[in-house]
């Protein structure tokens, strides 16, 4: 893997995120149960938590994939997804939501590569279509960005050509093409085989040294405590504890977080 | 593993029995002999052609008269109305089907509903009966408005000025094509992951561009086997739009059969070529449609005729080769 390590681009500002009490639930089955966090811009946040623990829901709330029954995100001071209206929230346009989601980057456990089009559109299509950039441009921007991730000579590829390693990065390159002030991981290497679970962190990791605040959600311990600034264990919608790895991961306070600890370590 | 074990322990044997030892044929594997499969081939070839020695001796076929018809001008000009109705029919028929799958899977339960009507309704009615009744409209409805619903009207039509045969062939048809377009339409849509979507949105790309450049493109891949099945089967269903007057490819043969009685089998033969050749060119534009869409779908395209040819000429030769090493 030979990720260059070049930093962001200037015009990347480094976001800040705010959970506000985020309260989901799907009929009476509640997923999310006052979830409050403050990511600082540049933060590198990881979230722990057993399967089903609304770790995932939390990720897509943030970027308002799915609309939060009570409480509020807030990116750089902007609601997201909602404005306020008197003493309430109402959901945005549509087209203002997609806006705002133009600007915060996802990354799928599952890829969601669009297998019709190259290596290279995958990239560039995003800043074209949303209107940030020029043909050009963007397509010289997608070069660049993918030889970030080591794809430099399978630009012309389409993403059932590549391995399963190598599509994620494609993915997060094409997160990248936005210039995101956040970007969101969804399990990023669980539906990869062991040997190419490397190439991906790699590149995650090239992008906490630059300043991105970046929200993972991930099964990889030993990673979590290699490059979370703080770790954040939720179990049953609610958030259970949180602090630097070396407390949450090493000498965690919670019965659940030992429980769920000693199960995946 | 994939050297059966037996190979290995005959070798050195062989060598030892035979002189001098030849690795190659020692070790050559004789297929399988399939006597079944040669006398089934020689069966069916004995049938085909029997059927083509039918086809080209027996007298009632006048295959003089096929070919004083065949390129007649007033086949050609039924050829030419058969096209027509076709491609308008094809084109309309599609947006329309587009429309109401849109319509079906929008968020509205009205606009799902009435898409639902639509379908249930025209694909409850046989064509013939759409395009006779369509036929007897400006019986119903003297004028066609465009204006305020339920208001006053900016514009009208004299309907008997504006439904002339073509229009009625041409609605008739479509209204009955977009309903079963949309059917293959909305299977097409829904068999696009959910995850592209999602992708699609995560990435702030416009509602339209969504529709445009993710999903149909991708939804295209089992819509186009469907709607050419679908376009086959009308370009035949044109052949009913002579019950509304209008002299199609089977109008026109019909209409000549009725003056020279004699010649109905050559024209019915005339036509049902030309059938076949229409048919023929859309399963050709199919297959490269096809292969067009499957780019990124399937890891390499399937090769064209012309590739499988070649390939399969190369291959015939390394074959030859091969024996005569041997």
Known sequence: MTATTHRAPADTEAATVEIHDVHKWYGTHRVLDGVDLTVRPGEVTVILGPSGSGKSTLLRVVNHLERPEIGHVSINGELIGVRRQGERLKELSERAILTQRSRIGFVFQNFNLFPHLTVLDNVAAAPVATGKLGKPEAVELARELLGRVGLADRTGAYPRQLSGGQQQRVAIARALALRPGVILFDEPTSALDPELVGEVLAVIKDLATSRTTLLIVTHEIGFAREIADRVVFIDGGRIIEQGPPSEVLDKPRHERTRDFLSKVL | ?326
């Open chain 2, 1 to 326: 593993m994939s050297e059966p074990p037996g190979a290995t322990v005959t070798l050195p044997e062989a060598r030892a029995a035979a002189e001098p030892p030849k690795a190659v044929t020692a070790q050559r594997v004789l297929p399988l002999r399939r006597p079944g499969r040669w006398i089934a081939t020689a069966v069916v070839l004995v049938l085909a052609a029997q059927f083509v020695h039918g086809l080209v001796s027996n007298p009632f076929y006048q295959w003089d008269r096929f070919g004083y018809w065949f390129l007649r001008p007033a086949i050609l000009d039924g050829l030419l109305i058969t096209l027509e109705v076709t491609v308008y029919s094809a084109v309309l028929g599609l947006a329309g089907g587009i429309l109401l799958a849109l319509a079906r899977l929008s968020g509205s339960p009205v606009l799902r509903a009435v898409s639902w009507l639509y379908v249930w309704a025209f694909r409850s009615v046989p064509l013939i009966v759409v395009l006779i009744f369509l036929y007897n409209f400006s019986a119903l409805y003297k004028t066609l408005s465009v204006g305020v619903p339920f208001g006053p009207a900016f514009f009208s039509f004299d309907e008997s000025k504006l439904a002339t045969d073509m229009v009625i062939a041409v609605v008739g048809l479509s209204l009955h094509e977009a309903a079963y377009a949309a059917e293959v339409v909305r299977g097409g849509i829904l068999s696009v992951d959910q995850g592209q979507h999602e992708a699609a949105s995560a990435l702030g790309l416009p509602k339209g561009y969504q529709f445009r450049k993710v999903v149909f493109p991708q939804a295209l891949r089992s819509i186009v086997p469907n709607y050419v099945n679908q376009l086959i089967g009308l370009i035949k269903g044109t052949s009913l739009v002579f019950y509304v007057s209008l002299l199609d490819l089977f109008g026109a043969a019909q209409t000549m059969g009725s003056t020279y009685p004699g010649d109905i089998v050559p024209l019915l033969l005339v036509v049902t070529v030309w059938y076949l050749v229409l048919t023929s060119v859309v399963s050709v534009v199919q297959f490269y449609v096809e292969r067009h869409y499957a780019r990124g779908a399937t890891r390499s395209l399937p090769p064209t005729p012309l590739q499988k040819l070649r390939a399969g000429l190369a291959g015939l030769r390394v074959r030859i080769r091969q024996e005569a090493a041997v």
